[in-house]
T-cell receptor, first 110, second 111 residues
Framework: DVKVTQSSRYLVKRTGEKVFLECVQDMDHENMFWYRQDPGLGLRLIYFSYDVKMKEKGDIPEGYSVSREKKERFSLILESASTNQTSMYLC?????????FGPGTRLTVT | AQSVAQPEDQVNVAEGNPLTVKCTYSVSGNPYLFWYVQYPNRGLQFLLKYITGDNLVKGSYGFEAEFNKSQTSFHLKKPSALVSDSALYFCAVRVLYKLSFGAGTTVTVRA
C-alpha cells in the first residue's frame, strides 16, 4: 500500500513564526502536492512538485513556499505564520491518475 | 475555468436507503473525474474514478458513480447506505496533473 505520512497531526504556532510541515511518501512518486482544506471551500492547491527541486505554484501560493530536495520528501514552509493560515493541511503524492493523501496536519496560528 | 460543483452541502439518509451525492463538472475536452471520501480527522481516501469507457464506474465500499456527458454530471451512488458511510465526500476533476475539488458534501446516515 502507498503510504504518505505527515510530520504532525496537530500544530500550534504563534503569529510571525516560521513553520515547517513535512510530508514523506514511500512509493517513489514523482508528483507531490500541498493543499489546504477549509470548511465550505474544499481543498485548494498551494504548491506542487513534479520532480526533485522542481515546483509550481498552485491556486493559493501567497504566504507559502516549498522545498523538495529528495524525491520522497516535500516540505511546506510558512515564512511568517498568520492567523488566516489556520487550517488543515493535506499532502498528496500521485501515480498515474490517482492521488494518495496523508492524514493531514491541523495547524492553529494564534 | 475547469471546475466541479457539489450543489448539496449536506445529505441525510436513513440506513438501508439509497444514497446519492451529486457532482457536476465544467471542463474543456474529456474529463477525468474522481470521488474521494474523508472520515473524521483523516486524510482523503480514493473511492473511484472515470477516465474513459463504461459510464457506470464501480469503486470501493460498494459505491458507484455514473458519468453523464450530456448533463455534465458524475453523481456518486450507493444502493443501500450504512451508518459507517457518514463522512465528507469530495468530487474532483483532473486539470493537467492537478485536481480541482468541489466544496464537499457531508453525508449523514442515521440508524
Amino acid at each position: 500500500d502507498v503510504k504518505v505520512t505527515q510530520s504532525s497531526r496537530y500544530l500550534v504556532k504563534r503569529t510571525g513564526e516560521k513553520v515547517f510541515l513535512e510530508c514523506v511518501q514511500d512509493m517513489d512518486h514523482e508528483n507531490m502536492f500541498w493543499y489546504r482544506q477549509d470548511p465550505g471551500l474544499g481543498l485548494r492547491l498551494i504548491y506542487f512538485s513534479y520532480d526533485v527541486k522542481m515546483k509550481e505554484k498552485g491556486d493559493i501560493p501567497e504566504g507559502y513556499s516549498v522545498s523538495r530536495e529528495k524525491k520522497e520528501r516535500f516540505s511546506l514552509i510558512l515564512e511568517s505564520a498568520s492567523t488566516n493560515q489556520t487550517s488543515m493541511y493535506l499532502c498528496a503524492s500521485m501515480f498515474r491518475y490517482e492521488q494518495y493523501f496523508g492524514p493531514g496536519t491541523r495547524l492553529t496560528v494564534t | 475555468a475547469q471546475s466541479v460543483a457539489q450543489p448539496e452541502d449536506q445529505v441525510n439518509v436513513a440506513e438501508g436507503n439509497p444514497l446519492t451525492v451529486k457532482c457536476t463538472y465544467s471542463v474543456s475536452g474529456n474529463p477525468y473525474l474522481f470521488w474521494y471520501v474523508q472520515y473524521p480527522n483523516r486524510g482523503l481516501q480514493f473511492l473511484l474514478k472515470y477516465i474513459t469507457g463504461d459510464n457506470l464506474v464501480k469503486g470501493s465500499y460498494g459505491f458507484e458513480a455514473e458519468f453523464n456527458k450530456s448533463q455534465t454530471s458524475f453523481h456518486l451512488k450507493k444502493p443501500s447506505a450504512l451508518v459507517s458511510d457518514s463522512a465528507l465526500y469530495f468530487c474532483a476533476v483532473r486539470v493537467l496533473y492537478k485536481l480541482s475539488f468541489g466544496a464537499g458534501t457531508t453525508v449523514t446516515v442515521r440508524a
